[in-house]
């Protein structure tokens, strides 16, 4: 089978993603990769369609319990035997699943950097039994102290990968990273030569702003009124920088009758796999969290992601608003931003570090002042009069436009009670960021803009089948105990409801239906399409 025929039955598609058939490509062919590819441009396709075209097991290096078990679900809906190895599995747990692994029940396994160096896995990797063709790094930016999220865990990987008989194919996969980072990346895994993409990190659905309100929670307020009249039952995050303000958002929202959960790393591990899957499931509407929540939570009709404090850095923010649109529709992402933000930041960068243990003191001291640096741009984003998606693309290295026609400043589209600087991206220093400042006017009003996503965009007859088709997939994923996006996503109902397929050559034709899916879940679907 070749790897479009891969993609259509598994995933539904018919067509690759930009750069996704090259780091297809060149896994098959027995080259290293590195890509680039921001939020929601399909970076897992690009390592688990050879995952299944090889022989053998592959091995997923992956930071978080989350995003592995996101991750494994997604596969395990879509037919493919999947596992991760972590410490959420009992000891008995463990032992179980690599005796399966072993007897080649899995294609793919998603492990811990830190499991790498436990005795139970080396015996496992070096098992005559067991052949391992191709390990793939996710959120590879991991293994750089130049990068927003150090791990020194993923320093032990090249080891590990050297470690082999035979030396696997390598892949490594980021949304962010910077030209410093890329090459810190190549250089501490080891890479070979690798064929590297970066697809680019404009995300042209996605509408950037940045106000700066004297009251945040009544602009939050005002904003999510709006957005209930504009689209009845949009999913949103709403991400603060404290548990604590976690909570009094999350309650003052709850008071004032909005649909609601929260998510921080405070409330117990039950607390947070049920508010996490009331928000997936669509049971809540909205999530208040910290940035514990959203990483590999591929919920892909999130219509708005609100920072309601300034993020750490362009690589955080860029990451976490990214989980808005991912399904290809419009999406708002907007940034709350007050003077306080950045003493808040500067604190939690100085004073917030004991999850981080494995640091030598001068280890600590670089990384701080790097993390101090990227605040400063962080700063200057939010503060910033010229284009944000322009400001954004620079950062990363590209190129953009003076005007991209969806961001507030480009439209117009900022409220604020004092001067938004017109700061350019290159200003290093505090003292010409103030000597800019005094040349700063006051920028133009909010005004409230019509950006439409499919399923707001649908006419009303289509609107009510998109209803009962959501009605399906909810009772289907709990049935099988599934995120319902796992299922099929809201475009792809969208889709379903316009086209109004009435057999099973015709739903294969939907955008996101693949034949797997389509055997498992398609009689449903059908049951209310037909004669409609």
């Known amino acids: 089978m070749k790897a479009d025929e891969v993609l259509k039955k598994v995933y539904g598609y018919d067509k690759f993603r930009p750069g996704q058939e090259k780091m297809v490509n060149a896994v098959l062919s027995g080259r290293d990769a590195f890509a680039i590819m921001p939020t929601g441009a399909g970076k897992s396709v690009c390592f688990q369609i050879p995952a299944l075209m090889m022989e053998g097991i592959t091995l997923v290096i992956s930071p ?10 997604s596969l395990n809906a879509a037919g493919i035997h999947a596992a991760y190895f972590n410490s ?17 029940r899995y294609k ?6 830190e499991r790498l160096e436990t005795e139970s896995f080396l015996d496992f990797v070096n098992d005559e039994k067991v052949y391992i063709p191709f390990v793939a790094i996710d959120e590879a930016h991991c293994v750089s102290q130049w ?16 470690s082999f008989k035979k030396r696997p194919v390598v892949g490594a996969y980021t949304a962010t990273a910077t030209e410093i980072v890329k090459k810190d990346i190549i250089k501490l895994l080891g890479l070979l030569k690798p064929v590297s993409i ?10 950037f702003g940045v106000q700066i309100p004297r009251d945040k929670y009544s602009q939050l307020k005002f904003y999510l009124r709006d957005k209930e009249d504009a689209i009845p ?35 117990t591990e039950n607390e947070r796999r049920i508010n996490q899957e009331a928000f997936i499931t669509g049971e809540k509407q909205i999530i208040v969290a910290t940035n514990a929540f959203g990483m590999g939570i591929d919920k892909s009709d999130v219509r708005y992601v609100i920072h309601y404090n300034m993020p750490k850095d362009m690589e955080s923010y860029y990451q976490e608003a990214g989980r808005a649109g991912r399904d290809g529709d419009m999406a708002e992402c907007i940034l709350y931003y007050s003077k306080s933000d950045w003493h808040m930041n500067n604190w939690l960068i100085e004073h917030g570090r004991d999850e981080n243990n494995e640091l030598t003191p001068e280890q600590l001291a670089e990384v701080i002042a790097k993390d101090k640096e990227r605040l400063k741009k962080m700063t200057f984003y939010c503060r910033s009069k010229y284009c ?3 400001y954004i693309l620079k950062y990363f290295g590209e190129k953009g436009k003076k005007n991209c026609g969806n961001c507030s400043i480009c439209i117009g589209e900022v409220r604020t009670e004092e001067p938004v600087l017109n700061v350019p991206y290159d200003v290093d220093s505090e003292r010409d960021y103030h000597r800019a400042a005094a040349y700063a006017k006051p920028a133009k009003t909010y005004s409230s803009a019509k950006r439409k996503s499919a399923a707001e965009s649908l006419e ?3 609107r009510r089948l998109f209803e009962e088709l959501r009605k399906v997939r909810t009772a289907l994923a709990k049935e099988n105990r599934l995120h319902p996006y796992m299922i099929f996503s809201d475009r792809t109902l969208a889709f379903m409801a316009v086209e109004r397929p009435q057999n099973k050559e015709e739903m294969l034709k939907i955008n996101g239906v693949g034949q797997n899916k389509l055997d498992r879940y398609g009689k449903d679907f059908l049951n209310v399409l037909k004669n409609r």
């Open 108 to 113: 793919i396994i998603y492990v811990a950097p």
């Open 233 to 267: 039952g949009a999913s949103g995050i709403v991400y603060c920088v404290t548990r604590k303000l976690v909570e009094e958002v999350s309650s003052r929202l709850e008071q004032d009758g909005f649909s609601v959960t929260k998510y921080h790393a405070g409330l």
């Open 388 to 390: 944000l998606r322009d």
């Open 198 to 207: 970066t697809t680019g990190f404009d995300r042209e659905n996605l509408y």
């Open 147 to 162: 990068g927003q999220d150090f791990r020194p865990g993923y320093l032990k990987i090249y080891d590990f990968i050297n």
């Open 64 to 73: 978080l319990i989350s995003l592995m078990k996101d991750q494994v679900e």
């Open 88 to 104: 959420s599995l009992t000891p008995g747990q463990y032992r179980k699943a690599l005796e399966l692994a072993r007897n080649g």
């Open 460 to 462: 009303e007859g289509d």
